[in-house]
């Protein structure tokens, strides 16, 4: 299996098969598996919600222009009438979501994920939650086209989370309520004005 990453990608030899219909759609087969970067969950649910940073939004651009490109090629064997590039952009939904704060990507779960922590042991999908910081392997493997537009399929099939590292140079004690301990300056003082108090019987 060739995996591409966001620094390395070759989109060059990307193919996409002829559309068969699959119930009420029509499927283009293609093969193309995509390892992140770090990124940061938004929603975890019936499907994975991801922040992206700007190398996997420039990746993911990248991998939906080369698409359109390839839609608009094999449009006549694949279609009834040849479309142009500007025509496979109009049906084309992009794999990412961009709104005012961030850009999102939605990602279905594969049936065979499998999910890893730091040390290689596998954890359950439960061990996700918003906030946290993973890395995924996406794979891309058909294109779906409906009635009026094509989107492409993203599956994540193995995860990888990152632990957050403690900033250790901020106070991270939890204080204790019940501690009546209070460190002032004081301290010194009463210690000496006990030592003061003690007499030492000489010896005669």
Same mark, same amino acid.
């Given at each position: 299996m060739n995996i591409h990453n966001c620094d390395k990608l070759n989109i060059n030899d990307l193919e996409l098969g002829k559309p068969t219909k699959v119930d009420d759609v029509y499927v283009s087969n293609i093969n193309f598996v995509l390892q992140t970067p770090k990124l940061l969950i938004s929603k975890v649910s019936k499907k994975i919600t991801v922040i992206l940073d700007e190398k996997m939004e420039n990746a993911l651009n990248q991998f939906d222009n080369k698409v359109i490109s390839l839609?608009? +090629?094999?449009? =006549? @064997?694949?279609?009834?009438? %040849?479309? @142009?590039?500007e $025509?496979?952009? /109009?049906?084309? +939904? #992009? #794999?990412? &979501?961009v709104s005012k704060n961030d850009t999102k990507m939605s990602l279905s779960i594969s049936k065979k994920l499998s999910i890893f922590n730091k040390h290689k042991e596998e954890l359950n999908l439960d061990s996700l939650e918003p906030g946290d910081i993973i890395i995924c392997l996406l794979k891309c493997k058909k294109i779906i086209f409906y009635k009026s537009h094509c989107e492409p399929l993203w599956e994540v099939v193995q995860i990888k989370? %990152?632990?957050? =590292?403690?900033?250790? +140079?901020?106070?991270?004690?939890? =204080?204790?309520?019940?501690?009546?301990?209070?460190?002032?300056?004081? $301290? #010194?003082? #009463?210690?000496?004005?006990?030592? %003061?108090?003690? &007499?030492? +019987? /000489?010896? @005669?």
């Open positions: 839609i608009s +090629k094999n449009s =006549e @064997e694949f279609f009834e009438n %040849k479309m @142009e590039i $025509d496979a952009e /109009e049906i084309y +939904k #992009s #794999s990412i &979501k989370l %990152k632990e957050v =590292e403690l900033n250790t +140079k901020s106070y991270l004690f939890i =204080e204790d309520p019940n501690d009546t301990y209070n460190d002032n300056d004081n $301290d #010194s003082d #009463s210690e000496d004005t006990c030592i %003061k108090k003690i &007499k030492i +019987k /000489e010896i @005669e």
